[in-house]
């Protein structure tokens, strides 16, 4: 029997830690934007409510049982005839482990920005400097000192959750979860609060809210259902990684239910509070992957208090990334430790140090070697696309493939049926039998076959 989580909340703290990060206030509204505002959040949550749930619970069930890293539980719990699906499933949870250190080094420089503008460098103008140097950074002018600041930040954020998890990671994130997750919660009610006075933010909330469905295709789904899968760390091993320290009478499926609706409200609120601002500043909303980042510091610049608020924010925000990247690197390090028989400190040195490579590449795609185009997109954007459009949805239908074709039903409903609340109804355990075991293979395999087409 591995290590457990400590406390009855441990595991739903952790999960909520993985799932809420920078897919929900980065990747979120900067994908609305770029697909269409109000139907791409339809889409998204169509896909959280019918394949997500049932997914993070079939992931959280993998986990438990086979009671091993993620990629031993479908060696193990397929009796060998799914041991490739566990070693596809790392890839993808290596690539983003390694490209989520870009973004998460893009927290650690605006928090470092914001604090250098409360202290009065400049004023206003060093809320501009910021925009200035992040626009630089995510591409339009390749210059060596942004991009040695660039790597410079995502070495400190990955070498920094690395020191975490030799550390011991499950006592830390229950900690900050419980304290900083919360806060950053009303920061962000707050802020959509607040941004809806500014002028010019109710033409962004038309685009949030107003759907116009003649923009449907292959792409715009695609990308939603990348998103739900991303935002909720599902396809990527962290889901069944955390699923393996759950306790014997954690309640799965209400932890899953859980864990997806606030990481949901977390996005949702993170739109209504970053795309109307968008608006608000005359920016362009298809403005590239930084419109979280450059619309942050403009929303908080006009309220008292602001700058002293802008930097809570990227200090939750950070923290959110932190956790999320953490519980990458324990799936990773879980892996290692096991199959190479290292210690818990070896293998998070291997992985972390390996990982920074891989992270150096992608943080220097937006300079010097922003000329390097693999089917038209830098190697940040393609690490990214490849992960969530690609590695995570497949990776989550071998896990329901596993769960509906290879496990054996009893032995499905009784891991769902253990716990220590009331159990689930009869007709819940059918349904979630039937999505995982017909609707999501097939749906999500068109999905990507359509998606794929449509490029
Ligand atoms: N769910 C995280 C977020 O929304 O930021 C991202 C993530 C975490 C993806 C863990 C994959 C993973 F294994």
Redesign the pocket.
């Known amino acids: 029997m591995r290590e457990s989580f400590q406390s009855k909340t441990g595991a739903l703290l952790a999960l909520v830690g993985?799932?809420?990060?920078?897919?929900?206030l980065?990747?979120f509204p900067y994908m609305t934007s770029q697909y269409g505002g109000a139907l791409f959040i339809i889409i998204y949550l169509l896909f959280i409510i019918f394949f997500s749930i049932p997914l993070f619970t079939a992931e959280t069930l993998i986990g438990r049982r086979a009671q091993t890293n993620a990629c031993e539980a479908f060696n193990k719990l397929s009796h060998g005839k799914m041991r490739w699906a566990g070693s596809f499933g790392m890839i993808g949870?290596f690539l983003?482990?390694s490209y989520?250190c870009v973004v998460g080094g893009w927290c650690i420089n605006y928090l470092f920005r914001s604090v250098a503008n409360l202290l009065g460098r400049g004023g206003l103008s060093g809320i501009e400097s910021l925009q200035t140097t992040f626009v630089t950074v995510s591409g339009s002018l390749p210059q060596w000192s942004e991009s040695v600041q660039s790597v410079l930040f995502t070495l400190v954020f990955a070498l920094t959750c690395g020191a975490i998890v030799i550390i011991g990671v499950k006592k830390g994130i229950e900690t900050s979860c419980k304290w900083i997750m919360p806060i950053l919660f009303l920061l962000i009610i707050f802020m959509a609060i607040r941004v809806m006075f500014l002028p010019g933010a109710m033409e962004g909330m038309a685009f949030l809210f107003r759907p116009d469905f003649s923009c449907i295709n292959g792409k715009v789904v695609m990308a939603a259902m990348g998103q739900a899968f991303?935002?909720?760390?599902l396809g990527?091993?962290?889901?069944i990684t955390y699923g393996s320290y759950m306790r014997r009478d954690d309640s799965i499926g209400q932890i899953s239910t859980f864990t997806a609706f606030s990481?949901t409200i977390f996005a949702v609120i993170a739109s209504v509070m970053i795309i109307p601002a968008v608006f608000a500043m005359g920016l362009e909303v298809s403005q590239g992957a930084g419109v979280s980042f450059i619309s942050m510091p403009f929303v908080f610049s006009n309220i008292p208090g602001g700058p002293v608020l802008l930097i809570l924010f990227f200090i939750g925000l950070l923290f959110?990334?932190v956790s999320?990247?953490i519980?990458?690197l324990e799936?990773n390090v879980a892996y290692v430790m096991e199959k190479l028989k290292m210690s818990r400190k070896g293998a998070t040195i291997l992985v972390t140090l390996t990982a920074s490579v891989f992270a150096v590449l992608c943080a220097l795609s937006f300079g010097p070697l922003s000329h390097i185009k693999i089917l038209d997109r830098n190697i940040f954007d393609l690490f990214d696309a490849a992960?969530a459009n690609i590695f995570?949805p497949v990776t989550g239908v071998l896990g329901t493939i596993l769960i509906g074709w290879v496990m054996k039903k009893e032995h499905v409903v009784a891991e769902l049926s253990r716990t220590s609340s009331p159990r689930p109804h009869k007709t819940t355990i059918k349904a979630f039998y039937v999505i995982t075991k017909y609707i999501i293979p097939i749906m999500v395999t068109a999905i990507i076959i359509n998606g794929l087409i449509s490029q």
Not at 18 to 24: C, D, H, K, Q, T
Not at 236 to 239: E, F, K, L, R, T
Request: charged share 10%; aromatic share 12%; proline share 0%.
């Open positions: 993985s799932a809420v990060g920078l897919g929900n980065w990747r949870c983003v482990t989520y991303f935002s909720l760390s990527s091993m962290a889901v990481d959110a990334s999320s990247e519980s990458m799936s992960t995570f």
